[in-house]
């Protein structure tokens, strides 16, 4: 514990250091190369920034525009802090000085943007930030796209080697495929999902035979992988996963963005660290017409999910477990739900961008 103490102190003297020596440079830069610099970056009447990485990117982005009287405008994405605090704890002194950091340096910035309406009233009210404040909610890249037709899905899920050992289910349109993207990290609970597919599978082996078989696609890396994927083979094992398939699969970008489309639903387990950031996996969900059950006990949550319309929130794996009861044992329940994200998906970047961002801006 000490020495990793020890360890993350001097990485962070290392980082602000290299920050100084970085913001020295471009002092000297601009000092030395005078008129000629001035008169190549008074062309540059704007640079936008994205916020985390805040260190040591936001101090050198405000000392460059303070110096090119240039006008910063911050892209809010989450917290730099926040991240921190999930490796350190709320209250440890690096916390601490992060948070100061960013609230010293954002100071600068003539305008700020961020992704939803409640990060703009932290950032007014924690921040104490003058400058306007847009928020401007992420849309989904171009790439995600529903799959209308129901057959195209299938052939697709048929052609994945993740579904070999239930293709006879998927043939006779008696499977489920739920996909849930994860970084296998402390911050997003993969047991939530692991007990969940267990409830589902004692039920489905017991009072409620009518519930379909399911398949679980997880894809993403990350440190906790190898470590549930011996618990889930465990299970299986044991036979506690009856009705159930657990299935990790790493994937092309295009391959991922079919895999939504082609999907039943779509499970995030993102517990968002500073309450008002979003989980940009949902909004690739959306995109592709994919209806989404999410952990939903942060304040941003109501932003992106519509209950009983595109998707339902959840607070436990048994309230979890309710969810893929009623969607799976009920398709007239899911069909609604993926008429709903299929409006949601027709929602693209420029009916964000074009009357919010492009004024301030100066682009309209
Ligand atoms: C399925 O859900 C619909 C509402 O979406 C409801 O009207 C219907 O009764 C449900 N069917 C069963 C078998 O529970």
Not at 162 to 188: I, K, M, P, Q
């Amino acid at each position: 514990m000490g020495m990793t103490m020890m360890a993350m102190m001097a990485m962070m003297i290392v980082i602000v250091v290299m920050a100084m020596v970085v913001v020295c440079m471009v002092v000297i830069m601009v000092i030395v190369l005078g008129a000629r610099m001035r008169a190549f970056m008074a062309v540059r009447r704007l640079m936008r920034m994205s916020n985390p990485p805040s260190i040591p990117t936001l101090a050198i982005a405000s000392i460059t525009c303070f110096l090119r009287q240039t006008k910063l405008v911050i892209d809010w994405h989450n917290f730099g802090y926040s991240i921190l605090a999930l490796k350190l704890g709320q209250n440890h002194p690096l916390v601490k000085l992060s948070t100061w950091y960013e609230k010293v340096f954002c100071k600068s910035a003539s305008a700020h943007l961020c992704v939803t309406d409640a990060m703009k009233y932290f950032l007014k009210k924690e921040f104490e930030l003058q400058h306007p404040i847009l928020p401007l909610h992420d849309r989904p890249a171009s790439h995600f796209s529903p799959i209308l037709d129901s057959s195209v899905r299938t052939e697709f899920l048929a052609n994945l080697p993740e579904t070999r050992e239930v293709r006879s289910f998927l043939n006779a349109g008696t499977l489920r495929v739920l996909v849930s993207s994860t970084s296998w990290t402390a911050d997003e609970d993969f047991s939530v999902l692991i007990d969940a597919l267990l409830r589902y599978s004692e039920l489905a082996t017991t009072t409620q035979p009518h519930l379909p078989e399911v398949l679980a696609i997880i894809t993403g890396k990350g440190p906790q992988k190898d470590m549930y994927l011996e618990q889930i083979a465990l299970l299986e094992k044991s036979g506690k996963l009856q009705k159930v398939t657990i299935r990790t699969a790493w994937l092309s970008v295009p391959d991922y963005a079919k895999l939504l489309a082609s999907a039943s639903l779509g499970v995030s387990l993102h517990t968002s660290s500073s309450g008002v950031d979003l989980p940009m996996k949902v909004v690739d969900m959306f995109g592709a017409g994919l209806p989404v059950v999410g952990w939903d006990r942060f304040k941003a949550w109501p932003e992106l999910v519509t209950e009983g319309v595109n998707g339902l929130g959840f607070g436990s794996s048994e309230e979890l477990a309710e969810h893929l009861i009623e969607l799976f044992g009920n398709s007239s329940r899911l069909e609604t739900l993926r008429q709903g994200a299929q409006k949601e998906s027709s929602r693209c970047w420029d009916d964000e961008w074009d009357p919010i961002a492009a004024p301030l801006l100066g682009l309209t």
